[in-house]
C-alpha cells in the first residue's frame, strides 16, 4: 500500500512540474535557513558543557557599588587577596581556581630572534585540570604547575615553538626576562568555550618577589584581574553561601571612605554554563554571545519553515480543483478516507524528502560561509550530531505533516456527490484559511523589514555619530609600561618624523573601556569629602587632548610650563562636574580635587565626548598625569604615504623596543568593530527579510493563480461585456492588497515593540519615528502588486472563449 501511494504521488509531483518545482524551492529555501540557524543555535548553547564539572562550577563576579548604592562597575575578575579567605571560609568547595591573564613576548632562549606577541596567555592554578576538563596529553596534571616558572601549552603552540621535538623539560623565554619549563602539552580548548588558552603558567610564579609577591597577591584589594571558580558538591545550593557574603566582605574587605565592605563592594556568582549567553560584564575574557540573538534567530528559523509550509498549503489548495474529481472518483469506487489522506500526505512528505535532500546539500555548501560570518568552526559532522538529527527528522515531520495537512483533510471531506455536482467550488472560494496564512506570512515579512530598517538607522546613527574626539589617521598601539623604556624619547622621536603630527601618551585610548577607579573628594566646608558617583581615571600627558583634538569648555590644558601639572592637576569631563554638583563648568577651575590620594586642584573641563561606545552612557571621568600608568601610543599621522609613515614609526620602535614585535591598528578601524555585532544582525535580517519576502511572494503567486483559476468565467463574461484588460487586473490585485495591508496593521506594532527593545541596550539610540512604517508598508505592497499582477495580467488576456465554454 505504501508503495502504491509513493508510485502514485511521485507521477502527480511529475504531472505538475511548476507546482513542483515551486514547492520544492520554497521548502528546500525554508529547510536550509532552518538547518543553518539550528546549527548556529546548538552552536552557541553547547557553550563549556563539554567540561565534566560545568554544573557545579561557578564564577565569582566582584560589584562596585558608589556613595548612593548605585552599582558603578561589574567586574567578571576580582582581586587576589580574596583567594586566602575563600579558601579559609567556604570549605565546603571542593576545587577553588584561578586564571589571570597576560600577554607576553615568548621566544625560545637558543633562537632569540625569532619570537611572537602571544595574548593567549593565563597564569592558572595547579588545581585548574580539576575543575576545567583540559587534556592534558604531556605532563602529569596533578604537578605540571605546582612549581614556579613552569607552563604547559597547546598542541599548537608545541609545534609553533618545537616543531617535531618533545618540548617536555625544553624552555621558553617571556618578554626577554624570565625562562618558563615546559612541563606539560594539552589539547586546544574547544571553540565553545568562555576563555581560550595557549599557554597556563604556574600561578606559583607569581609570589615571586621579582614578579608580584606573595604578600603582595594577599594585601591587593584593587587588582580586579583574577577570574576566580569554585567547584561545588554536587546538588550544593548557592544560595548557602550567598547569605553569608555581607559578613564575609565586612569582615575581611578594609574599610574604604567610612564604609564597610558589603557597602561599596558585593560578590556573586555566576555559572560557568551562563557565562557565555548571560554574561556581559564589565570585563570578560572574551567577548560573549547574547541568548537574544538566539531566540530572534530561533524564531526567524520557525517563521520562514512556517512560510514555506504554508506555501505548500497555498499551492495544494490552489491546485486542487483539478484533483477534487479524483478524488471524488475513488470514493465512489471504494476508497475511504484514511486511504486519501495517507495518499496527499505521502505526496507531502515525498516533496519533502526531496527539498530536504536539497537544504543539506545546501546547508553543507553554505556551512563556510556562516563559520566567515559567525567566527564559528562549524563542520558537515556538525549534522551528525544526536540532536541534529533528531532536529532534521523532527523537521521533516514537522513540516510534511503541516504542509500537507490542510489539502488532504480539506479535499477528503467531500461527500463524492457534493464533488460531481461541483459544489466543492463553492466551498472553496470562500478561502478564508488561505487568505490568513498569507496575512501570516506577510506580517512577519513585514516585521523583518522593519526591524532591518530600524538597525540600519541605529547603526548609521553610532557610526556617523560625532564621537567629541578625532578617529580618522590615527594610529594606536599597545607599548607596555616596562620600566626599562625610556618612553619620553621615543614620543619625541616620533614627533620629529615627517608625516607625524601628534603624539600622546595614555593608560587608554578611545574605544576601549574606562574601568580603572581610585576613589576622588572634593571640598565640603572646611574639608574633603567622597564623590556621591564613581569618576573614572585616564593617566594622560600634554599632548592627549591636541592629539585627539578634544575640546575644552573652561579652564586649560595640561603645560610643560607648570612643573604642579605633572602631579596635582586634573582635568575632568562636563559628566564629572555635574555628578559632583558645581553649578558651571566654570566653576569648577582651581577647586581642591583629590584623586586616589593625591590632592591638587581642577585646571580644566572638557566637552562630553564618547570614550566608550554608544552602548555605554558617557561617564564621569578625569584625566590627569601618571608616568608609571601608561600603556598606549596614540600617534596623528598626515594625510599622505601612510606606507612610509608607518615603516618609519616601525623602525623607531625597534630601536626602543627591539624585544616586542611591531603591531598597530587605526584608530577608526577599533571604532567601527565596536559595533560588529549590530553589523552583523542588520545584515542577517536583509538576508532573513529577503528570504521572507521571496518565499511569501511564493505564496501570494499560488493564491493569485487560486483566484484567477475560480473566477474564470467571471472574468470571461466581463471581457464580453466590455472590461478591459487594466480593470479586471486591478479587481484581482485589490483583495491581495488588502491582505498587504491587514498584514502591516498587525505587524507595526509589533516591530514596534521588539525593536523598542532591541534599542534598550544602547545608551543612546534612534528614535522610532513614524514614517518607516508605512514606508516598509508601502514596499510590502509594491511587491505584493508586482507578484499578484503577472497572474492577473494573465488572467486578463485569456481569450474570453475559452474561459467560458464547458469545463
Known amino acids: 500500500m505504501i508503495r502504491n501511494y509513493l508510485k502514485i504521488a511521485f507521477r502527480n509531483l511529475r504531472k505538475q512540474k511548476g507546482f513542483t518545482f515551486i514547492n520544492i524551492a520554497g521548502l528546500a529555501i525554508g529547510l536550509t535557513c532552518f538547518l543553518l540557524i539550528g546549527l548556529y543555535v546548538k552552536d552557541e548553547l553547547s557553550y563549556d558543557r563539554f567540561n565534566k564539572n560545568a554544573d557545579r562550577i561557578y564564577r565569582v563576579t566582584r560589584i562596585f557599588k558608589s556613595q548612593d548604592g548605585t552599582v558603578s562597575l561589574h567586574l567578571g575578575h576580582v582581586a587576589p587577596a580574596f583567594m586566602q579567605y575563600f579558601q579559609s571560609d567556604f570549605s565546603e568547595a571542593e576545587q577553588i581556581t584561578r586564571l589571570f591573564g597576560q600577554q607576553s613576548v615568548i ?60 618540548p617536555i623539560g625544553k624552555l621558553l623565554k617571556a618578554d626577554s626576562k624570565f625562562e618558563l619549563r615546559v612541563s606539560g602539552v594539552f589539547d586546544p580548548l574547544p571553540t565553545q568555550s568562555h576563555f581560550h588558552a595557549d599557554f597556563l603558567l604556574s600561578m606559583n610564579t607569581l609570589n615571586d618577589d621579582k614578579i608580584y609577591g ?45 564604609r564597610k565592605g558589603s557597602q561599596y563592594s558585593d560578590l556573586t556568582f555566576q555559572k560557568l554554563t551562563d557565562i557565555h549567553l548571560y554574561s556581559h560584564l564589565d570585563s570578560e575574557h572574551e567577548a560573549n554571545g547574547n541568548i537574544k540573538y538566539v531566540y530572534t534567530f530561533s524564531a526567524i528559523a520557525f517563521f520562514i519553515l512556517l512560510i514555506a509550509c504554508i506555501n505548500y498549503m497555498n499551492l ?132 523583518l523589514i522593519i526591524s532591518t530598517a530600524i538597525i540600519y538607522k541605529q547603526l548609521s546613527f553610532m557610526l556617523t555619530q560625532d564621537a567629541g574626539y578625532k578617529k580618522d589617521q590615527v594610529l594606536v598601539m599597545r607599548v607596555g609600561n616596562d620600566s626599562s623604556v625610556d618612553f619620553e624619547s621615543f614620543k619625541q622621536e616620533l614627533k ?6 601628534n603624539v600622546s601618551h595614555s593608560s587608554r585610548t578611545p574605544t576601549g573601556r574606562l574601568l580603572d ?109 601618571n608616568k608609571g600608568w601608561r600603556s598606549w601610543f596614540s600617534i596623528n599621522i598626515a594625510a599622505g604615504d601612510f606606507q612610509n609613515t608607518i615603516a618609519s614609526i616601525e ?74 484588460v487594466g480593470s479586471i487586473t486591478t479587481l484581482l490585485s485589490k483583495d491581495f492588497i488588502k491582505l498587504v495591508v491587514i498584514s502591516i496593521l498587525i505587524a507595526s506594532p509589533i516591530a514596534w515593540y521588539a525593536m523598542n527593545s532591541w534599542l534598550t541596550d544602547f545608551a543612546y539610540r534612534v528614535d522610532i519615528e513614524w514614517w518607516i512604517f508605512p514606508v516598509a508598508g508601502l514596499l510590502a505592497i509594491l511587491i505584493a502588486v508586482a507578484t499578484v499582477s503577472y497572474q492577473a495580467i494573465s488572467a486578463a488576456l485569456v481569450n474570453p472563449v475559452k474561459s467560458l465554454k464547458s469545463e
Open 107 to 166: 621566544n625560545r632562549p637558543e633562537n632569540p630572534e625569532k619570537k611572537y606577541q602571544e595574548q593567549r596567555m593565563y597564569f592558572a592554578e595547579a588545581n585548574i585540570f580539576k575543575v576545567f576538563s583540559i587534556n592534558l596529553v604531556q605532563g602529569n596534571p596533578d604537578k605540571a604547575l605546582v612549581e614556579p616558572y613552569t607552563v604547559v601549552i597547546s598542541k599548537p603552540m608545541a609545534e609553533k615553538y618545537f616543531g617535531n621535538e618533545d
Open 214 to 258: 606573595k604578600d603582595e597577591m594577599n594585601r591587593d584589594w584593587g587588582g580586579n584581574n583574577f577570574a576566580t571558580y569554585f567547584l561545588m558538591p554536587a546538588g550544593y545550593e548557592m544560595s548557602r553561601i550567598e547569605s553569608r557574603m555581607k559578613t564575609f566582605l565586612d569582615t575581611h574587605l578594609p574599610v574604604y571612605d567610612g
Open 517 to 625: 577607579s581610585q576613589g576622588a573628594k572634593v571640598a565640603k566646608g572646611d574639608s574633603l569629602a567622597p564623590t556621591s558617583t564613581e569618576i573614572k581615571a585616564l593617566s594622560i600627558d600634554h599632548d592627549f587632548l591636541s592629539t585627539y583634538q578634544i575640546k575644552l569648555v573652561a579652564g586649560r590644558d595640561l603645560s610643560r610650563e607648570f612643573k604642579s601639572d605633572d602631579s596635582a592637576a586634573y582635568i575632568l569631563n562636563e559628566a564629572a562636574v555635574k555628578s559632583i554638583g558645581w553649578k558651571s563648568n566654570a566653576d569648577a577651575i582651581d577647586e581642591v580635587f583629590e584623586y586616589g590620594g593625591t590632592k591638587g586642584k581642577v585646571i580644566g573641563v572638557v566637552k562630553d565626548f564618547h570614550f566608550e561606545s554608544l552602548h555605554q552612557k558617557i561617564v564621569p571621568m578625569v584625566m590627569f598625569v
Open 496 to 501: 620629529r618624523q615627517a608625516g607625524v603630527k
Open 651 to 724: 623602525k623607531t620602535f625597534k630601536t626602543y623596543m627591539p624585544n616586542t614585535p611591531f603591531s598597530y591598528q587605526f584608530l577608526d578601524e577599533r571604532f567601527n568593530n565596536q559595533y560588529q555585532a549590530e553589523q552583523k544582525q542588520r545584515s542577517l535580517f536583509m538576508i532573513f527579510a529577503g528570504i521572507s519576502i521571496f518565499i511569501s511572494c511564493l505564496g501570494l503567486f499560488a493564491l493569485a493563480a487560486f483566484m484567477a483559476e475560480q473566477r474564470r468565467k467571471e472574468i470571461g463574461v466581463r471581457k464580453v461585456l466590455g472590461a478591459s
Open 316 to 447: 495544494a489548495t490552489a491546485r486542487s480543483a483539478g484533483r477534487a474529481k479524483e478524488v471524488g472518483l475513488r470514493k465512489v469506487v471504494g476508497a475511504i478516507r484514511s486511504q486519501l489522506v495517507a495518499q496527499f500526505l505521502s505526496e507531502s512528505l515525498l516533496l519533502t524528502i526531496v527539498s530536504l535532500a536539497i537544504a543539506l546539500i545546501a546547508t553543507i555548501l553554505l556551512i563556510p560561509v556562516l563559520n566567515d560570518f559567525t567566527n564559528k568552526t562549524l563542520t558537515f559532522t556538525s549534522l551528525l550530531d544526536f540532536r541534529i538529527i533528531l532536529l532534521i527528522l523532527g523537521a521533516i515531520f514537522f513540516t510534511g505533516v503541516l504542509a500537507g495537512s490542510y489539502p488532504a483533510f480539506f479535499l477528503t471531506a467531500f461527500q463524492p456527490v457534493e464533488v460531481l455536482k461541483g459544489k466543492i467550488k463553492n466551498a472553496m472560494k470562500n478561502g478564508r484559511l488561505r487568505q490568513v496564512l498569507v496575512v501570516m506570512q506577510f506580517s512577519i515579512a513585514c516585521i
